[in-house]
């Protein structure tokens, strides 16, 4: 009998458990994390960088809208808490008046952790009591920094002063706020995935433009070391487009500009040493581009089997003589 109440009492309170787990923390991943939300004063662009020991942490902690605003949400992750945000801030509300109203509707906000930066530069967050420690935010001029079940009680402060502290672009900037992080010993249990997302301060209508970096490292054992190359991969094909978007133009003088700076920063990508050679071809630096075919077509013979393809559409401007001297290399 005394077995039968003792199983009773445990079903009924690991019932009421799950009952209240359900209510309060839903079936979401439980993003314990650091982050920061910020905007570059200067572009008005808007940014999230994440980095997590969970599985793919930008998919679920990441909010952002050209024009509207950047959002982080973790810790026990209400989800709705970014789309939700975003469309009230598109109603004209503030990042404080969205972090107010989200979390006064939340039953599991002592769980929550939350960060808003709007495009007019307001800047907002939450930190729960029940956050797992160490956990704590700062909100600073146009950035919000946040962390919790941190190794160290100084990793938001040590983001904060790095983020105020790097000059340049804004994602290199977010970057640097978050190896901060990592340098005084981040997430407690490790490290496992990371993420940037940047946005344009005014939307265009033209999502591919709006949405300028979207990178995200799922699973990896040094994350942050990844999504830094990843950007400045980023960064060298931003030249290469450039690059295109000037042979579409016939301006083979400015599209020599940016395949040289994206071959100058991956010196052995083949992509990016093709294309410089070829518009070498097209500027009539010949005698420069031919040391660069040969080693491409000696690293990989497909590049040779492109190259007259590209005469028919006008890619490569070569006579037969030239296309001649290119192929022996």
Same mark, same amino acid.
């Given at each position: 009998?005394? *077995?039968?109440?003792?199983?009773?009492? =445990?079903?009924?309170?690991?019932?009421?458990?799950?009952?209240?787990?359900?209510?309060?923390?839903?079936?979401?991943?439980?993003?314990?994390?650091?982050?920061?939300?910020?905007?570059?004063?200067?572009?008005?662009?808007?940014?999230?960088?994440?980095?997590?020991?969970?599985?793919?942490?930008?998919?679920?902690?990441? +909010?952002?809208? &050209?024009?509207?605003?950047?959002?982080?949400?973790?810790?026990?992750?209400?989800?709705?808490?970014?789309?939700?945000?975003?469309?009230?801030?598109?109603?004209?509300?503030?990042?404080?008046?969205?972090?107010?109203?989200?979390?006064?509707?939340?039953?599991?906000?002592?769980? *929550?952790?939350?960060?808003?930066?709007?495009?007019?530069?307001?800047?907002?967050?939450?930190?729960?009591?029940?956050?797992?420690?160490?956990?704590?935010?700062?909100?600073?001029?146009?950035?919000?920094?946040?962390?919790?079940?941190?190794?160290?009680?100084?990793? +938001?402060?040590?983001?904060?002063?790095?983020?105020?502290?790097?000059?340049?672009?804004?994602?290199?900037? =977010?970057?640097? &706020?978050?190896?901060?992080?990592?340098?005084?010993?981040?997430?407690?249990?490790?490290?496992?995935?990371? &993420?940037?997302?940047?946005? !344009?301060?005014? &939307?265009?209508?033209? =999502? +591919?433009?709006?949405?300028?970096?979207?990178? *995200?490292?799922?699973?990896?054992?040094?994350?942050?070391?990844?999504?830094?190359?990843?950007? !400045?991969?980023? *960064?060298?094909?931003?030249?290469? %487009? %450039?690059?295109?978007?000037?042979?579409?133009?016939?301006?083979?003088?400015?599209?020599?500009?940016?395949?040289?700076?994206?071959?100058?920063?991956?010196?052995?990508?083949?992509?990016?040493?093709?294309?410089?050679?070829?518009?070498?071809?097209?500027?009539?630096?010949?005698?420069?581009? =031919?040391?660069?075919? !040969?080693?491409?077509?000696?690293?990989?013979?497909? +590049?040779? !089997?492109?190259?007259?393809?590209?005469?028919?559409?006008?890619?490569?401007?070569?006579?037969?003589?030239?296309?001649?001297?290119?192929?022996?290399?």
């Amino acid at each position: 009998m005394k *077995r039968i109440i003792i199983q009773i009492f =445990l079903f009924v309170s690991f019932f009421s458990v799950e009952i209240l787990s359900q209510s309060v923390f839903g079936n979401e991943p439980l993003a314990h994390t650091y982050s920061i939300v910020a905007r570059d004063p200067q572009t008005g662009e808007m940014g999230v960088a994440v980095q997590s020991h969970w599985f793919s942490v930008g998919s679920i902690v990441s +909010w952002g809208e &050209a024009g509207v605003g950047v959002i982080a949400t973790q810790s026990f992750v209400n989800p709705s808490f970014g789309q939700r945000g975003l469309e009230m801030l598109k109603q004209g509300m503030t990042a404080q008046e969205v972090v107010d109203l989200l979390i006064a509707s939340d039953e599991g906000r002592d769980f *929550r952790q939350l960060a808003i930066v709007d495009a007019k530069g307001n800047s907002a967050a939450y930190t729960g009591s029940k956050c797992i420690a160490e956990a704590g935010h700062i909100v600073g001029d146009n950035y919000s920094v946040q962390a919790n079940l941190m190794l160290s009680n100084l990793v +938001w402060s040590e983001m904060s002063k790095a983020f105020e502290s790097t000059d340049g672009p804004l994602a290199e900037r =977010l970057v640097a &706020a978050l190896e901060a992080a990592e340098n005084v010993g981040g997430d407690i249990r490790g490290k496992q995935s990371a &993420a940037i997302l940047v946005v !344009k301060g005014e &939307a265009t209508g033209k =999502l +591919w433009e709006d949405r300028y970096i979207d990178l *995200r490292v799922e699973d990896h054992p040094d994350p942050i070391s990844e999504i830094k190359r990843l950007l !400045k991969v980023f *960064r060298a094909y931003e030249h290469m %487009n %450039n690059g295109d978007l000037a042979v579409e133009k016939n301006d083979m003088k400015l599209a020599m500009e940016h395949y040289s700076a994206a071959m100058k920063m991956f010196p052995e990508n083949l992509e990016m040493k093709y294309w410089t050679a070829v518009t070498l071809v097209n500027t009539g630096q010949i005698d420069n581009a =031919l040391p660069l075919f !040969k080693e491409i077509f000696a690293a990989d013979d497909n +590049w040779k !089997k492109l190259t007259p393809r590209l005469i028919k559409n006008g890619m490569l401007n070569a006579d037969e003589s030239t296309l001649q001297k290119i192929m022996n290399q």
